[in-house]
Nanobody, 120 residues
Framework: QVQLVESGGGLVQPGGSLRLSCAASGTIFSVDAMGWYRQAPGKQRDLVASITSGGTTTYTDSVKGRFTISRDNAKNTVYLQMGSLKPEDTAVYYC??????????????WGQGTQVTVSS
């Protein structure tokens, strides 16, 4: 089995910073793209940022210049450094990863989500 475990969420004031981490564990053959998504109450889950195994990154427009995604391939871990946080960044943040287990094709796995609240 494969698990994605997120950490680093919490309450922060506007303008503050947080760093999210997501570690994949279990019987893993390889990890392809990893990404962070967020879902605010009453809204759909949207992509925030993604990173390929080669390090190519993409960001949704609203976080460009404020958030940075990175990964440690040796640890199967992806990070999201969030800065200049705004109240509209408040959401549950989910980690997603495309993982290949031995004898299986690539499949998308999800973390349990971590709450980020930006409020004064």
């Amino acid at each position: 089995q494969v698990q994605l475990v997120e950490s680093g969420g919490g309450l922060v004031q506007p303008g503050g910073s947080l760093r999210l981490s997501c570690a994949a564990s279990g019987t893993i053959f390889s990890v392809d793209a990893m990404g962070w998504y967020r879902q605010a109450p009453g809204k759909q889950r949207d992509l925030v940022a993604s990173i390929t195994s080669g390090g190519t990154t993409t960001y949704t427009d609203s976080v460009k210049g404020r958030f940075t995604i990175s990964r440690d391939n040796a640890k199967n871990t992806v990070y999201l450094q969030m800065g200049s946080l705004k109240p509209e960044d408040t959401a549950v943040y989910y980690c997603g990863a495309d993982i290949k287990r031995p004898l299986f094709n690539f499949a998308r796995y999800w973390g349990q989500g971590t709450q980020v609240t930006v409020s004064s």
